[in-house]
């Protein structure tokens, strides 16, 4: 685990910038990929305009869950620390969220299916989170709560970890967490071929990496805990989960509520 690789001159290359940077580039570019495979050209073209714009209110969304949900009893008292990015880390459901908002803007002025864009943005972003939890490995952030044995990570000086837990072995939570990304990722590509409907892949995506991660925040050091133990992030997982199971329930029985063209004209 190192969290500088180097210095150019005086400026550090942190471990979580380049793994971050190359994380968001492997998003795109399998992005990309799969919109030329499946003869989406325009729709390709339209992902390279909004990449940009998108993956800054990306980053503002997810720097704002960080900070108001996850830990603000922390940034409440350090506020110079809110814009220290590389110290507190970014959560990827405020991520989503600030990209959505920006993606939704985006399609209703260019009038683009929503759900079509999502679906081809679904397998690059949770490939992107595998590798962005390495990132956070690399710089002893997102960690677990201590396993109590003499297994686990122990982080070195200088991290988040070890100044919150000491030498205490930690649970490597957020190993696991990118390796379920992976296994994500493979069911997705197994089901895009699928003809599944409109919006059920980035559903589907969503709906399971939040299981995964409501599973994987009990064990959890770096978060503290609410209503019923839950973290923050535990208590958006539930609510993404079930945005995305009712959100599932309308796209199926959206063709069955509209009324049939030939009823719909008056006679």
């Known amino acids: 685990m ?21 994380a968001f580039g492997l998003g795109v570019g399998v992005t990309i990929t799969l919109a030329k495979l499946q003869k989406k050209n325009e729709l390709a073209e339209h992902f ?27 940034y409440s008292t350090h506020p110079e620390e809110i814009i220290a990015i590389w110290h507190g880390g970014l959560s ?20 683009l299916s929503f759900w079509e864009l999502a679906d081809l943005c679904a397998p690059g972003l949770i490939l992107g989170q595998s590798i962005g ?12 709560d201590p396993t109590g044995g003499n297994w686990g990570i122990l982080f070195p000086e200088g991290t988040n970890a070890r100044s919150t837990f ?3 072995p930690l649970y490597p939570a957020e190993v696991w967490e990118g ?6 990722f493979a069911i997705v590509m197994i ?10 892949l980035f559903l589907i995506t969503n709906t399971l990496y939040n299981i995964g991660r409501f599973l994987l925040e009990m064990l959890r050091g770096d978060s503290p805990r609410f209503l019923f133990g839950w973290t923050a992030a535990q208590w958006t997982s539930i609510s993404v989960i079930t945005i995305c199971a009712i959100t599932a ?7 069955k509520i509209k009324p049939p063209l030939a009823d719909a004209v008056p006679s």
């Open 48 to 74: 390279l305009n909004m990449v940009v714009p998108m993956f800054l209110c990306a980053i503002l969304g997810s720097r704002f869950w960080q900070v108001f949900f996850f830990d603000w009893p922390y």
């Open 249 to 255: 329930i309308i796209i199926h029985f959206k063709d």
């Open 179 to 184: 390796q379920m990304d992976v296994i994500i």
């Open 133 to 144: 939890r390495d990132a956070n490995l690399m710089n002893g952030d997102a960690f677990g």
């Open 166 to 168: 000491g030498d205490k």
């Open 191 to 200: 089901l895009l071929p699928r003809n599944l409907k409109r919006g059920y």
């Open 2 to 22: 190192l969290q500088f690789l180097g210095h150019i001159g005086s400026y550090p290359i942190r471990s979580y910038s380049l793994l971050f940077m190359l």
């Open 92 to 111: 990827i459901q405020g991520g989503i969220v600030g990209a959505l908002l920006y993606g939704v803007w985006y399609v209703k002025m260019n009038k």
